[in-house]
């Protein structure tokens, strides 16, 4: 395993994130849920829109882009801990426009994309004056296995017709949400891996209906979202094809590994302060005579947590630098194994922490009940974690033989 200490690039950006955050993001959280919460919930929130403006000029833009002159130009390894960052708190990757899906869309449109796509789409997603959302997953089949996807794809003269239904389609609640990243059959006689397709639709489009927002745990995400969506009869013209037809599960396979890589950073940063906030309760709460800090399992948990966090953050690096040094393919069992071992991971210490906060770790006055909302999601998110684990097993069991 390579050493994974900061780079001089990496080491400057990191003193200007966390100088940034620290005077901009954390004083304003609580301004953040109130402007959300005024404004209807479904539409812009001005104090995101300030801070957008206040990052570009800092130069904390696009960091997230690798090997590409259109962003920053880092690694994934010199990333993370700038990903792991932003993960502290629920909005800031939107304010560095690092927030997923246009992340992983945007890396779609820049290695898939025409130069049309790239001018119409990647353009002003790049520049933060749209969003984007990813519509892959489907209420009637097990969208775990991209195969199954049911949802139509048909030509029809210069255009596709696009017919289905989807949901948890993270985004489309963004008032700027201009563009879907759509996949869905073309072809369903094909090899099975040849069946999908990807086709780019506006969100504008006619026959796009938004049936209603899914909640986790309660939570509803606003303004981002977690939709359910109808497609009826979606008309888009042909030139909006991704690659071409039965290329839909090729591309997948090469926008989710870097997407759930970001996961993790962004849930080791979760995890991080919620030790922090553990560490500070338990010194001063005090329960049968003495602090929490004084108390056995207490202690053992916060050590448990620190190992937990710098096992998991060891394998995010180490799945970074295989992703850059050989490519997202072939570091598919590392990808498979921190997708697994981080949500875990946090969900595991996020709960720690609100047990030693008491009653007040599952209320609203503390970040833990959102952020342990969050990090069990991401079990889900991108693939369960039954599938990583079944194709890290399969992997393991062809190494021997």
Same mark, same amino acid.
């Given at each position: 395993m390579p050493g994974f200490d900061h780079n001089e690039r990496t080491a400057a950006l990191l003193a200007r994130l966390r100088s940034f955050m620290q005077e901009h993001i954390y004083p304003n959280e609580a301004l953040y849920h109130r402007q959300v919460d005024e404004g209807g919930r479904w539409t812009r929130v001005p104090l995101v829109e300030e801070l957008k403006t206040k990052a570009k000029a800092a130069g904390l833009w696009n960091l997230f882009l690798p090997h590409s002159d259109r962003g920053a130009g880092l690694s994934? *390894?010199?990333?993370?801990? *700038?990903?792991?960052?932003?993960?502290?708190?629920? #909005?800031?990757?939107?304010? #560095?426009?690092?927030?997923?899906?246009?992340?992983?869309n945007m890396e779609t449109l820049e290695r898939f994309g025409t130069e049309e796509h790239k001018r119409r789409w990647l353009q002003p997603l790049l520049d933060g004056k749209i969003r984007s959302a990813f519509a892959m997953t489907e209420p009637a089949v097990a969208s775990c296995d991209a195969t199954n996807i049911e949802s139509s794809i048909v030509r029809d003269g210069d255009d596709y017709v696009i017919n289905g239904r989807k949901w948890w389609i993270s985004g489309v609640g963004e008032p700027d949400c201009a563009l879907l990243i759509f996949m869905g059959k073309t072809d369903p006689a094909a090899d099975r891996h040849k069946q999908q397709s990807m086709i780019l639709i506006p969100r504008d489009t006619p026959g796009i209906t938004v049936v209603r927002p899914m909640t986790v745990f309660g939570y509803d995400d606003a303004p981002h979202g977690h939709m359910e969506i109808v497609f009826d009869n979606v008309r888009v013209p042909a030139t909006n094809l991704l690659l071409g037809e039965g290329r839909g599960f090729e591309i997948a396979q090469a926008r989710l590994g870097p997407g759930r890589i970001h996961h993790c950073m962004r849930v080791i940063g979760m995890a991080e302060r919620a030790l922090e906030d553990m560490c500070s309760r338990v010194k001063t709460r005090v329960a049968f005579g003495k602090p929490l800090a004084e108390q056995g399992v207490i202690i053992e948990r916060i050590a448990n947590s620190r190992i937990m966090i710098d096992q998991a953050r060891l394998l995010t690096l180490q799945a970074a630098h295989r992703m850059d040094q050989v490519g997202n393919k072939e570091a598919r069992a590392e990808i498979a194994m921190i997708k697994v071992a981080?949500?875990?991971?946090?969900?595991?210490?996020?709960?720690?922490?609100?047990?030693?906060?008491?009653?007040?770790?599952?209320?609203?006055? #503390?970040?833990?009940?959102?952020?342990?909302?969050?990090?069990?999601?991401?079990? #889900?998110?991108?693939?369960?974690?039954?599938?990583?684990?079944?194709?890290?097993?399969?992997?393991? *069991?062809?190494?021997?033989?």
């Open positions: 994934n *390894l010199e990333y993370a801990p *700038l990903c792991e960052e932003m993960g502290r708190v629920h #909005f800031s990757s939107t304010v #560095f426009n690092c927030a997923a899906p246009d992340t992983g981080a949500p875990n991971m946090a969900c595991q210490v996020i709960d720690w922490a609100m047990q030693a906060h008491g009653a007040a770790g599952i209320g609203q006055d #503390f970040v833990l009940a959102k952020h342990y909302a969050n990090a069990r999601k991401i079990r #889900f998110a991108d693939g369960p974690d039954e599938v990583h684990r079944h194709q890290l097993g399969r992997m393991e *069991l062809a190494r021997h033989g």
